[in-house]
T-cell receptor, first 118, second 117 residues
Framework: GAVVSQHPSWVICKSGTSVKIECRSLDFQATTMFWYRQFPKQSLMLMAT?????????EQGVEKDKFLINHASLTLSTLTVTSAHPEDSSFYIC??????????????FGPGTRLLVL | TQLLEQSPQFLSIQEGENLTVYCNSSSVFSSLQWYRQEPGEGPVLLVT?????EVKKLKRLTFQFGDARKDSSLHITAAQPGDTGLYLCAGPPPMGAGGTSYGKLTFGQGTILTVHP
């Protein structure tokens, strides 16, 4: 159980275009999803917290208008990279939180989306 | 300032050797988690430690949570090439943080482990 999928798994786009990445919880409902960015051989950097039915909470330094997040249902969150540029090329990973208690809460991660902007 | 300090950042060993990865903080955590990530994939949860002094074993992997819940370690016995990957420790906001940080995870810098045949 607790499977999270992402689509697409990789995408190549031209500079200036927008790219949408989907994150789905397949066998559970996720009131909260998280979006991370990861550079090669580095750790995960949290970009934003996505709550179903409300606006996403962005981390300091992350441009809200650049990275649009929508959490329309309990099983789907989307990240849209608007007007993508080569510096946006990265590995984007989403996760979904299971459980409501602070102690022992678990996040299940999607397989990631590799974005390459030419 | 990194909330969770992982060391070493890189580890290259031969098959059969033992190794330990450390995750340290000056803050107290209600729990800590260890993940393993392979290239091009998302992190996979290995274990969650919750109680100070707790030791959990997962086959050849032994995880320990410090008595004061400020640090954790991952020990691998007789490493195999299949253990190669990025190991990440992570924790929820330190105790007392509260507020809008609820539910978030903070990750250490990661340890890239390479086990050579």
């Amino acid at each position: 159980g607790a499977v999270v999928s992402q689509h697409p798994s990789w995408v190549i786009c031209k500079s200036g275009t927008s790219v949408k990445i989907e994150c789905r919880s397949l066998d559970f409902q996720a009131t909260t999803m998280f979006w991370y960015r990861q550079f090669p051989k580095q750790s995960l950097m949290l970009m934003a917290t996505s709550n179903e039915g409300s606006k996403a909470t962005y981390e300091q330094g992350v441009e809200k208008d650049k990275f649009l997040i929508n959490h329309a249902s309990l099983t789907l969150s989307t990240l849209t990279v608007t007007s993508a540029h080569p510096e946006d090329s990265s590995f984007y990973i989403c996760s979904a939180r299971v459980g409501f208690r602070v102690r022992g809460q678990t996040q299940y991660f999607g397989p990631g989306t590799r974005l390459l902007v030419l | 300032t990194q909330l969770l300090e992982q060391s070493p950042q890189f580890l290259s060993i031969q098959e059969g050797e033992n190794l330990t990865v450390y995750c340290n903080s000056s803050s107290v955590f209600s729990s800590l988690q260890w993940y393993r990530q392979e290239p091009g994939e998302g992190p996979v949860l290995l274990v969650t430690v919750v109680t100070g002094g707790e030791v959990k074993k997962l086959k050849r992997l032994t995880f320990q949570f410090g008595d004061a819940r400020k640090d954790s370690s991952l020990h691998i016995t007789a490493a195999q090439p299949g253990d190669t990957g990025l190991y990440l420790c992570a924790g929820p906001p330190p105790m007392g943080a509260g507020g809008t940080s609820y539910g978030k995870l903070t990750f250490g810098q990661g340890t890239i482990l390479t086990v050579h045949p």
